[in-house]
């Protein structure tokens, strides 16, 4: 079957939710107040497009191309990046809830997360290096093996993990929230 492309179009308040869409490839399209909750999202491509004040929460991105893509206040909760398609694998995350999503093994390289909701989300061994994360709840996130290098954490809140299991050189922190690399002491810190 034929891949059919959409380019340079908008797509708006559209409903796919609960729906499967397959074999398409959408190049510099805007998606805006679109419904993708449980849809099944699998063997598409997504080429710089942005999608604004949409819903994706417990989508299926198996084998998805999503390759340089701005998501603006959206709901991405319980997404699995990790079974997307790796290849030039690039997106950016502006005032979205990631709450419960998991990026095992990402490359995630200069990824800004601005004004996110990060609760609960698996970065074990994702590639952070100068990632941003901007006003960021890091709420139970889990960095295992993650690579931070450069990574700026200086206005997230609430991050907990070990700088030993991680690689974190020049990556930056707030004094208010080092406490959060130091929990495995078990220290009383006022």
Same mark, same amino acid.
């Not at 805006?32 to 849809?39: G, R």
């Given at each position: 079957?034929?891949?059919?492309?959409?380019?340079?179009?908008?797509?708006? !308040?559209? $409903? *796919?939710?609960?729906?499967?869409?397959?074999?398409?490839?959408?190049?510099?399209? =805007?998606?805006?107040?679109?419904?993708?909750? /449980?849809? $099944?999202?699998?063997?598409? =491509?997504?080429?710089?497009?942005?999608? /604004?004040? &949409?819903?994706?929460?417990?989508?299926?991105?198996?084998?998805?191309?999503?390759?340089?893509?701005?998501?603006? #206040?959206? /709901?991405?909760?319980?997404?699995?990046?990790? *079974?997307?398609?790796?290849?030039?694998?690039?997106?950016?995350?502006?005032?979205?809830?990631? =709450? *419960?999503?998991?990026?095992?093994?990402? /490359?995630?390289?200069?990824?800004?997360?601005? $004004?996110?909701?990060?609760? =609960?989300?698996?970065?074990?061994?994702?590639?952070?290096?100068?990632?941003?994360?901007?006003? &960021? $709840?890091?709420?139970?996130?889990?960095?295992?093996? +993650?690579?931070?290098?450069?990574?700026?954490?200086?206005?997230?809140?609430? *991050? +907990?993990?070990?700088?030993? #299991? !991680?690689?974190?050189?020049?990556?930056?922190?707030?004094?208010?929230?080092?406490?959060?690399?130091?929990?495995?002491?078990?220290? #009383?810190?006022?």
């Amino acid at each position: 079957m034929d891949t059919l492309l959409h380019q340079g179009k908008t797509f708006e !308040n559209i $409903d *796919y939710s609960e729906k499967k869409l397959a074999d398409l490839e959408f190049f510099n399209c =805007d998606f805006v107040n679109c419904n993708f909750s /449980k849809s $099944d999202l699998g063997n598409n =491509d997504f080429i710089d497009c942005n999608f /604004k004040n &949409c819903n994706f929460s417990l989508a299926t991105l198996r084998n998805t191309g999503l390759k340089n893509i701005k998501f603006t #206040d959206c /709901k991405l909760m319980g997404l699995d990046f990790s *079974y997307s398609n790796a290849f030039l694998f690039s997106m950016n995350f502006q005032g979205c809830i990631l =709450d *419960y999503s998991t990026f095992l093994q990402r /490359k995630l390289k200069k990824t800004n997360f601005f $004004d996110c909701s990060l609760k =609960d989300v698996d970065f074990s061994e994702a590639d952070l290096t100068q990632a941003v994360f901007k006003n &960021c $709840d890091l709420s139970n996130a889990t960095f295992v093996r +993650s690579i931070l290098e450069k990574a700026d954490f200086r206005t997230a809140k609430n *991050y +907990s993990f070990d700088p030993e #299991d !991680n690689r974190v050189k020049n990556a930056k922190f707030s004094r208010l929230e080092l406490a959060g690399l130091l929990e495995k002491f078990n220290l #009383d810190i006022e």
